[in-house]
Structure formats: structure tokens, C-alpha cells
């Protein structure tokens, strides 16, 4: 897993001193440690459950949280057993969601592949979920009851934010009803395996309000980025330009755009609601894409990078901190 490491930052000369090189190579090594754990829990005994159950981890994923984790542990006693169970409570509750998420936004693909209700169904895909969720469940469950409330109380944000989405906005602000979305849909988890590591490592209680508020504040960050990436025209991402705005997502730059009325941009929401054929609403997406309301999402980005960072002044100098400020530097700079 160095490559998880080397792609959040966490390598280089900024990393170079000895200390530094046993903290990120014990997180490597853990995270090595959870693909095995992973592939052990996420194995059910019926076959076709067994399939679906591993799907979307086999797809692969970026592990971000686990990281996350793994890095706050390092303010106590580091990487052990409770630790690396925790990684996992994160990480297949992440997948779990993943699952439910596909089903809601009928989405077709997840991580290059065909989405798992595209392959299967939508129910089977949702039992599928379930089914991690309660597995999750059942690894959190020896590490003690203050776990087993944390892990509870995300999962009810997991819902809330996939119901409010749902629902809408309606008399909210839809810009600030979309934050408090990301906020409990990507957010949370991220709040939840940074102080996940504090708390089972035995590190200091009072690190875990900083390290929620940092992983809180940089999951809204990290789907503002995506957002725009949506737009990006660049192949490297893997997706056509647009996506999201062609399933009719109201993302960040389209919530932006609604809120001006100046001609060209009334124009632009007219072609994007009602385009004439393919071809118009292509162009109409690269116009979005140079839009100005672009620049203003990603300075909203950076906005809640830099309340992120502004948490992390709550913890010590060291390993640590330079490292979850560079996956926070990462976040954001993946829109340059």
C-alpha cells in the first residue's frame, strides 16, 4: 500500500527524518494488514451473498479513511490490534454506504466497474449493504461500547444526509442545505475515523474534537473538489466531462450558477435543464466548466481546507500533524 502514502503526500523530503519514516512506513504496513483483515470479515458462506459482499472492495478504493485513522493513532500508543479493527469498522462501513448510495443515485458505475445493482439488482445491492453494515457492526462490538456509539451515531448521519438529499432542500438555502448533505454523507465518516484513531489508541481525549472537526471540514473539502473535478475535461479522470450534471446532480457549481441572474448565466441554466440534443448539452457543460461559478467552488474548497487546518492547531508539532496537513493540501490541490 506504499502507493496510498505517496498519493496523499506522505513521502518525500518533507517526510524524511527517521521519525517520520517509522510513522508512515508502520501506517503503510497497516494498511497492508487491513487488505488481509478485510478479505477475512467481508467472507460470508453463502456464495452469492459472498460475491456481491466483496465487489466493491475488490474494485479497489483510495483507503483514505483507514489512513486517516492509522495516522491519528500515532498520537498514542499507535498501530495494534483494537486499532486495526477499527480501520476496518470505517472502511466496510464506507462500503456499505457505497452500495446504498449507487441504488439512491442510480448511478452506473463505481470505481471503473459496473455499479452492484447494475450487475445484480437494486435489492441485492441493498442487502448488500445491510449486510456490511451489520458486519461492521460486529467488529466494532469488542472494542467497547464508546465505539460502538460513535460507529451508531455516523450511520445515523450516513441516513440523514442520503434523506436529506433526497427530500431537498425546501425552504433552506440550497447551498447551505447541500453543505449540511456533504457534511453528514462524506463528512461524518471521515469526523468518525480520525477520532476513531484517538480513541482506540488511548491518545489524549482531548485530541478528539480537533481530529473530528479536521476530518468533518475536509470530507465537505474533499466532495467540493470533486464537484468541480466533475467538470474537468482532462481523460485522467476516468469519466465522461460532466457526469454528474447529466443525472441531473445539483452539485456545487450548478447550486452557484442558479444563484445569478445576469443573461449568459439564465441562458446556460436553460440549455442545461432543457438541451436541445447530446451535442448541446456537451457544450453547455464545457461552458459550466469556464464558468466563474467554478472558481467560486473551488475558493469554497479551500475555505473549508483552511478550517481543517485550523482544527489541527489544537494538536502537537510533529509526524502527525505534518501529515494530515499534507493529505489536507492533497484534497484540494487534485483541481490544479
Known amino acids: 500500500m506504499a502507493s496510498v502514502t505517496s498519493a496523499f503526500g506522505l513521502r518525500g523530503p518533507r517526510f524524511a527524518s527517521p521519525a517520520d519514516k517509522r510513522t508512515i512506513d508502520a501506517v503503510e504496513t497497516g494498511l497492508e494488514r487491513l487488505e488481509a483483515a478485510l478479505d477475512e470479515h467481508l467472507r460470508i458462506a453463502d456464495p452469492v451473498a459472498d460475491a456481491v459482499a466483496r465487489y ?3 474494485a479497489g478504493g483510495k483507503r483514505a479513511r483507514p489512513l486517516l485513522l492509522m495516522l491519528a493513532a500515532h498520537l498514542g500508543k499507535g498501530i495494534d ?15 456499505a454506504s457505497l452500495y446504498h448510495d449507487d441504488v439512491m443515485d442510480e448511478a452506473d458505475t463505481r470505481r471503473g466497474v459496473p455499479a452492484a445493482h447494475v450487475v445484480w439488482s437494486n435489492s441485492v445491492a441493498i442487502l448488500a449493504g445491510d ?6 457492526g460486529a467488529v466494532a462490538a469488542p472494542l467497547g461500547a464508546e465505539v460502538a456509539k ?12 442520503q434523506l436529506h438529499e433526497t427530500l431537498g432542500a425546501g425552504d433552506t438555502d440550497p ?3 447541500y453543505l449540511q448533505v456533504l457534511g453528514d454523507k462524506t463528512g461524518s465518516l471521515i469526523a468518525a475515523a480520525a477520532e476513531l484513531g484517538v480513541l482506540v489508541s488511548g491518545a489524549e481525549a482531548a485530541y478528539r474534537q480537533p481530529l473530528r472537526e479536521f476530518g468533518e471540514r475536509i470530507g465537505v473539502a474533499f466532495q467540493l473538489v470533486d464537484d468541480v473535478i466533475d467538470l474537468s475535461a482532462d481523460p485522467a479522470t476516468g469519466k465522461d466531462q460532466g457526469n ?6 445539483a452539485t456545487l457549481p450548478v447550486l452557484l450558477l442558479a444563484k445569478r441572474d445576469d443573461a449568459a448565466s439564465l441562458a446556460l441554466r436553460a440549455r442545461l435543464a432543457s438541451p436541445a440534443d447530446d451535442a ?6 464545457a461552458e459550466l466548466a469556464e464558468h466563474p461559478v467554478v472558481d467560486e467552488s473551488v475558493a469554497a474548497a479551500e475555505h473549508w481546507q483552511r478550517s481543517a487546518l485550523d482544527a489541527l492547531r489544537e494538536l502537537p508539532g510533529g509526524t502527525v500533524r505534518r501529515a494530515l496537513e499534507a493529505f489536507a493540501e492533497h484534497v484540494v490541490s487534485r483541481t490544479r
Open 56 to 58: 466493491l472492495k475488490e
Open 81 to 95: 490490534g483494537d486499532v486495526l479493527a477499527a480501520a476496518e469498522v470505517v472502511e466496510i462501513t464506507h462500503l
Open 131 to 136: 449486510l456490511l453494515f451489520a458486519r461492521a
Open 150 to 161: 460513535l460507529q451508531a451515531r455516523t450511520f445515523e448521519r450516513l441516513c440523514l444526509g
Open 175 to 177: 447551498v447551505e442545505h
Open 244 to 249: 454528474d450534471v447529466r443525472a441531473g446532480v
Open 280 to 285: 448541446d448539452l456537451a457544450a453547455a457543460i
